[in-house]
């Protein structure tokens, strides 16, 4: 990798007067002179008299090599010349064998005189060419190599470089690219614009972070800042491949707005490349409101065509015509360079009305540009094409007024000796002396010409390499072959059968006309070979050993992997957009035998690049045959970067979000779905959950990025979590269980919850304890269920048809409890046994039959069906105050309790079993007030069995004893019912107010005795037959 931009080559032979470059693109006329040198008796001495004008150049120039480059504008090494130099743009060419102009008229040698006196000086950078005066072909540059290296070496960045502004805006950019692209799958226009508008608001949120004023006399952000950097390379790589205006931002709610709602941003690449260096590369002060303010006038000023040619090559027209227009030539300088009489202080007389003549057509010419007129910049399009046959005419015009000299003049003398052997230098010292127009107005207004001609002259003005490369392909006509427009006037016998095989190919489709940016970056990274190589001034040299030097060339020649890698290194956040663009946009290079997962037309793929891609001269094809760069690699280690920050903040505090949140949606863009579940969980996992907030906005961004299995674990983890706790918050369980859709420690919690509240024959918790999520759950509105409903239907689904036999059981002690009316009243009684029929016929669905079926579903455990049963006997053989009987239950449902009694006698015994061992514990409870301990409910709940009740004797007495800790806080009260009776030492005397309690009549049976399932059904089955033997005789009230 030998690579090195400063080759010394020896200047080719030349004449006196001739010593400039020829064209980029052209073939070189011969610079062997024609006749003898001149002498002192033919023209004047050709030693100048004075010290010699300072070239335009801000950087120095091979004239002045002692010079100051970057001394200050006061200083002497800091005057600009006062003319431009001869640009070597041509006026229309000749037909084979026709010696005139292309208005008919035959070139006088008069006029052609003219044209060659005014050619004292080319400009002193060579073309190093082959020997049939072509451009020699530039191999690369290597620069891609060195890059590679650079960011090898430097690795990417470790840290988020950069305000939290601009990390907030670039995600939320994004998210709202990503989302729009899959709603305009199949617009493909739709599709590309949106990612222009992307790319403009990225662009303008970088650049007000960052500082754009450019290093005096340098390349490059004076501040040496990362995110300046990567600002300031990737806004030129984003233009290059998305050209776009900056232009001020209308007012958005967030993110991108509809198309219906923003202004297109797209522009042609010429304007685009104008505003990048307009916005981030002024090496020198702009200087054009000193010189326009001058006194006695703008002419006067020793920079007058130096900011006319600063500002010409960037197309600030207005301001050229401005200056024009206001110059007062009367006072200008150059005419000290003109003349060496009184004439010297300023042009007079007719002179300056030719001038002004002259001046005003030149005005009118860039008045009439499209870009001034219908701020077109398609500069090979057809409007400027129209366009520059205005411009050549223009010079067509100029040369025949300046060329036409005072026919009164007196000639030299014939008889001179050397007269016949140089009569041109002659009629040329002649023209010179009486031309209608100053030598420095003419070739200063050729200049301009030059330039919008796109001729290499552009070189001339140009302040540096990045300048000179961009510039060439700004005012690039899109001619592959441009020497028409490239060699002077003097030159035109010579460049006939050029020209002429132009205008032939004129006709062929031209790569810029099919694929204009394609064209663009191949144009501008030929450009970039040439003019370091060809050009040996130290400022038309990259520097190697500076990175951003390195990037900046690596973007020229198209190097996307290789400027990306430069990028990186100085920020991953503005790296990671421009990965994300570019695989939108359908320009990111994929390694080798990687497959494109997103498909070509899924990409973002424009029928542009889809006929670059198959037939596009010179065009990368896809995948990169090289390292290129690995999509999902990228975003997921930005991704980590992003998580290790807790929170993010923007300056004015509105937007707040953390780390982890920014992590996951970035991680949520990646190809690859397998991979970003896997990264997202690896981030969650590792994330505390400590409250209800966070878990909800962790559930919030799983939901809206797809990622429901991620969340509903998250969901099931904090729900565990808080199971822990104590008090157990059970709505906020029984809520997060849903959410989790784990349906098996839903029904564990609430088996739990029905447990404790059969164990107890009262709500659990209480009405006055409950928290506010199982408080909402259970009001007759249930507001946290339809909250839910909203958030994941399914989970609403699941709880609802879970809750209900809990609900329900509650709704049972509520109606048993109330004190709205007496204690005794019947109507109260039969709400109360229609409610409990329902209960014990659900319990009852999986033994029908008595054979237990662990396949159905009852949202009653089984294991409370003893206890269910116990609670029927109250409401059997009620009598009235009078002692007649009452029916409190109906006949059918006497008859399906009967069924129920009769299936569970039947069951297995491992059912009655876990039956008979809730009634021993509720019945310790009633009989000693509480059990001692103070052991915690979570003890219990690692007891519960697969039916979401406890299993074996032991469990239920843990259960009873740990479960009076929530009793504790309730008041006791009496009510007709019983009142726990005083225990041991360690019994707690705990009050809870009912309206009956079915166990103290169980109690007065058995007294001290053991009591099981076998007496309470046959208590039940008794109780009920003497029901039916009620209504057989109808002795029901």
């Known amino acids: 990798m030998a690579t ?26 011969s610079t062997t002179p024609a006749g003898p040198p001149p002498s002192y008796l033919t023209n004047v001495s050709t030693t100048p008299a004075g010290e010699p004008p300072r070239s335009s150049k801000i950087f120095g ?41 292309a208005d008919g008229e035959m070139l006088s040698p008069e006029r052609d005189a003219f044209v060659a006196s005014t050619i004292e000086q080319q400009s002193p950078r060579g073309l190093k060419r082959s020997r049939n005066g072509q451009v020699r072909e530039q191999e690369s540059s290597g620069m891609a190599d060195i890059a590679r290296a650079f960011a090898r070496d430097a690795g990417p960045a470790k840290t988020v470089e950069g305000p939290d502004d601009v990390v907030l805006g670039t995600e939320e950019v994004l998210a709202s690219l990503d989302m729009a692209m899959h709603q305009q799958r199949n617009a493909t226009a739709s599709r590309e614009e949106t990612v222009t508008q992307a790319v403009t608001d990225l662009t303008r949120l970088w650049t007000q972070h960052s500082d754009n004023k450019t290093l ?182 100029l040369e025949a007024f300046a060329a036409t000299y005072d026919e009164h003049a007196t000639a030299p003398p014939r008889n001179n000796m050397f007269a016949n052997n140089n009569n041109m230098s002659m009629a040329a010292a002649t023209a010179r002396a009486e031309s209608r127009v100053p030598p420095t107005i003419y070739t200063s207004l050729r200049a301009i010409y030059g330039v919008l001609l796109g001729g290499n002259g552009i070189l001339d003005y140009a302040q540096d390499w990045v300048e000179a490369s961009m510039l060439l392909i700004v005012w690039w006509d899109g001619e592959e072959s441009s020497a028409a427009l490239n060699v002077s006037v003097a030159d035109l016998a010579t460049s006939r059968n050029g020209f002429k095989k132009s205008l032939r190919a004129g006709g062929a489709t031209r790569e810029v006309d099919v694929a204009p940016l394609v064209a663009y970056r191949r144009r501008l990274g030929e450009m970039f070979r040439i003019v370091p190589s060809e050009i040996n001034e130290p400022t038309f040299q990259p520097d190697t050993l500076d990175p951003l030097h390195v990037g900046l060339a690596t973007a020229f020649e198209d190097d996307v992997a290789e400027t990306i890698d430069m990028i990186r290194t100085w920020s991953q956040t503005v790296a990671t957009a421009v990965v994300e663009i570019s695989a939108l946009g359908g320009w990111l290079p994929i390694p080798e035998g990687r497959p494109d997962s997103r498909g070509l037309l899924g990409r973002g793929f424009s029928t542009e690049d889809l006929l670059v891609l198959s037939h596009g001269p010179g065009a990368r094809q896809l995948p990169y045959n090289g390292e290129g760069v690995v999509r999902d690699d990228v975003l997921t280690s930005y991704a980590d970067l992003l998580a290790d920050k807790e929170k993010y903040t923007s300056a004015d505090g509105k937007i707040d979000r953390e780390g982890w949140e920014l992590a996951i949606s970035v991680l949520g863009r990646l190809d690859e779905t397998e991979a970003a579940e896997d990264r ?116 609403a689904e699941l709880l609802a048809r879970e ?65 269910l049963l116990g609670e029927v006997l109250p409401l059997l053989g009620q009598t009235s105050g009078t002692g007649k009987a009452q029916r409190v239950m109906e006949m059918k449902d006497v008859m399906a309790l009967m069924a129920v009694a009769e299936d569970y006698e039947n069951v297995s015994g491992r059912i009655r079993e876990g039956g008979e061992a809730v009634l021993k514990a509720s019945m310790g409870c009633f009989r000693d007030g509480g059990m001692g301990g103070s052991g915690k409910l979570k003890k219990s709940t690692a007891s519960l069995s697969a039916s979401g009740m406890l299993g074996g004797s032991g469990g239920w007495e843990e259960l009873a004893e740990s479960s009076w800790e929530l009793l504790r806080s309730q008041e006791s009260g009496d009510g007709e019912g019983s009142k726990g009776r005083k225990g041991g030492k360690n019994a707690r005397a705990v009050d809870v107010q009912r309206g009956w309690d079915w166990r103290k009549g169980l109690d007065a049976v058995a007294s001290e005795a053991e009591v099981g399932s076998k007496e309470v059904v046959m208590l039940l089955r008794t109780a009920l037959a003497r029901e039916v033997g009620r209504a057989w005789g109808n002795g029901w009230a």
């Open 4 to 29: 090195n931009f400063n080759f010394n080559f020896a200047g080719s032979p030349s004449t006196p007067k001739g010593k400039g470059k020829a064209s980029l693109f052209s073939q070189a006329p």
């Open 61 to 101: 120039s091979s004239y002045n090599p002692a010079t100051n480059t970057f001394g200050h504008r006061n200083t002497p090494a800091r005057k600009g010349r006062t003319t431009f130099q001869v640009p070597e743009s041509s006026p229309p060419g000749f037909e084979d064998g026709e010696d005139e102009d």
């Open 216 to 397: 005096p006399g340098a390349v490059g952000p004076e501040l040496d800042e990362p995110l300046t950097k990567a600002t300031y390379l990737s806004s030129l790589l984003l233009q290059l491949h998305h050209p776009h205006t900056a232009r001020p931002a209308q007012k958005q709610a967030s993110g991108l707005r509809s198309r219906s709602q923003q202004q297109s941003t797209s522009i042609s690449l010429p304007r685009a490349l104008l505003e990048w260096l307009n916005a981030h590369h002024n090496p020198l002060p702009d200087e054009f409101n000193d010189v326009h303010m001058y006194r006695p006038s703008p002419a006067a000023h020793e920079a007058f065509w130096d900011i006319l040619g600063a500002d010409i090559i960037r197309g600030r027209f207005s301001r050229v015509a401005r200056l024009l227009r206001d110059a007062g030539w009367e006072n200008a300088a150059t005419a000290a360079m003109d003349y060496e009489d009184d004439r010297a202080q300023g042009y007079r007389g007719q002179q300056l009305h030719n001038i002004r003549e002259v001046v005003e057509n030149c005005i009118r010419v860039l008045e009439s540009c499209p870009a001034v007129t219908d701020d077109d910049w398609n500069v090979p399009g057809p409007a400027w094409s129209v366009f520059r046959q205005r411009v050549r005419h223009a010079i067509r015009e």
């Open 680 to 795: 997202i969980r690896v981030i969650l996992e590792a994330l505390d959950i400590p409250d209800e907030p966070r878990v909800e906005k962790v559930l919030a961004v799983c939901g809206g990025m797809g990622f429901e299995a991620l969340g509903r674990g998250i969901a099931e983890r904090y729900a565990d979590t808080i199971s822990e706790q104590s008090p157990i918050p059970y709505g906020t369980t029984l809520l997060y269980h849903a959410r989790a859709h784990s349906a098996t420690k839903l029904r564990n919690t609430l088996g739990l919850l029905i447990s404790l509240s059969l164990l107890h024959s009262a709500a659990i918790p209480a009405q006055t304890n409950l928290d506010p999520h199982l408080a909402s759950l259970l009001a007759p509105a249930r507001p946290a269920l339809v909250d839910l409903a909203r958030a994941d239907s399914e989970a």
């Open 803 to 867: 809750l209900s036999g809990y609900a329900l059981l509650r709704r049972f002690y509520s109606i048993r409890d109330s004190t709205t009316s007496s204690t005794g009243s019947l109507m109260r009684k039969r709400e109360a046994a229609k409610t409990l029929v329902a209960l014990t016929s659900s319990a009852a669905d999986c033994i029908r039959g008595g054979l237990f079926d662990p396949e159905v579903e009852s949202v009653v455990p089984v294991e409370g069906l003893l206890m």
